[in-house]
């Protein structure tokens, strides 16, 4: 992303279309990589709150079975937590194109904080109106909020590890 150079101000819109959240975790041996489809939210620049939600049954796992067991209350308990939230007490966006989101994630009925860290572009006119692009990763350990499920795989490992990642690449969109 490039340096941001000009202060972001006023209330800005989610695009949904062109904006993703995202998640992966220790798999065995290897890193397991899922996101949301739909993604929803806004931002009030002026008062650094970042507010954005992502529908639990919108994740992008095909495999029927697979994508039960993440719905079922083993993993995400869909029926019971439709959502996962997150709202920021503070965002701040830096001269150098830093930002950092100090907030609170909601999973499974848990509220936490959470400080996210990325980047952020200047804004440009884009085919709606103008824009700004924001990429934040946050690393959170999934027991904190309930998801403690596992199994040892043959050889005594675990099948899915504690530290999760979560990456948000947004393109907010300027409100009139």
């Known amino acids: 992303m490039s340096t941001a150079t000009t202060p972001i101000t006023g209330t800005w819109t989610i695009d949904a279309v062109h ?8 798999h065995i041996v290897s890193r397991f990589r899922a996101g949301f489809e739909q993604v929803e939210g806004s931002f009030d620049a002026d ?3 970042l507010v954005g939600r992502a529908p639990v049954e919108s994740i992008d796992v095909t495999q029927p079975d697979f994508r039960g067991h993440l719905l079922s209350p083993d993993f995400f308990d869909v029926a019971n937590h439709p959502t996962i939230d997150f709202v920021s007490r503070e965002l701040t966006l830096s001269p150098d194109g830093t930002a950092t989101a100090t907030g609170e994630l909601t999973l499974l009925g848990v509220t ?3 400080v996210a860290t990325g980047e952020y572009t200047e804004t440009t006119e884009g085919p709606a109106g103008t824009i700004f692009g924001l990429e934040l990763e946050a690393k959170v350990d ?3 909020f309930g998801l403690s499920w596992n199994m040892e795989a043959p050889g005594g490992r675990k099948v899915v590890g504690d530290e999760v990642t979560i990456t948000v690449s947004l393109e907010l969109l300027q409100q009139a």
């Open 19 to 26: 904006s993703s959240v995202g998640f992966s975790v220790k």
């Open 112 to 114: 936490k904080p959470v």
């Open 142 to 144: 999934r027991h904190d």
């Open 47 to 49: 008062a650094g709150v």
